[in-house]
């Protein structure tokens, strides 16, 4: 029996969400390797091994995945978000 399940990405230009199917029962791990294999569009510099999570909660390749799953690869900040808050503080101070 199969588990269809979505894995979302998001490149500089783009987000890509690719529906999967696997062979229950299936993991994270599993999705990635599916996607991988599948050759679909991702960064020369995109890390699979960067962190996942199934519907925005931070997860372990090792977990078990269920009907309708979304897995989402996150890419690393750019900037550090208290960097940034501080950065727009002072530009609107020099106004």
């Known amino acids: 029996m199969g588990v269809k399940i979505e894995v979302a990405w998001a490149l500089a230009d783009k987000q890509t969400v690719a529906e999967v199917e696997l062979q229950a029962p299936a993991t994270v791990a599993d ?9 679909l569009p991702l960064d020369a510099d995109f890390d699979f091994e960067g962190a996942v999570g199934v519907f925005g909660e931070l997860v372990e390749p090792s977990r078990q995945l269920r ?18 808050r501080r950065r727009r503080a002072e530009t609107r101070s020099r106004r």
Do not use: C, I, N, S
């Open 31 to 39: 999705a990635l390797a599916a996607v991988r294999h599948r050759g």
């Open 67 to 84: 009907e309708g799953d979304r897995v989402e690869l996150y890419r690393p900040l750019q900037v550090d978000p208290k960097t940034a």
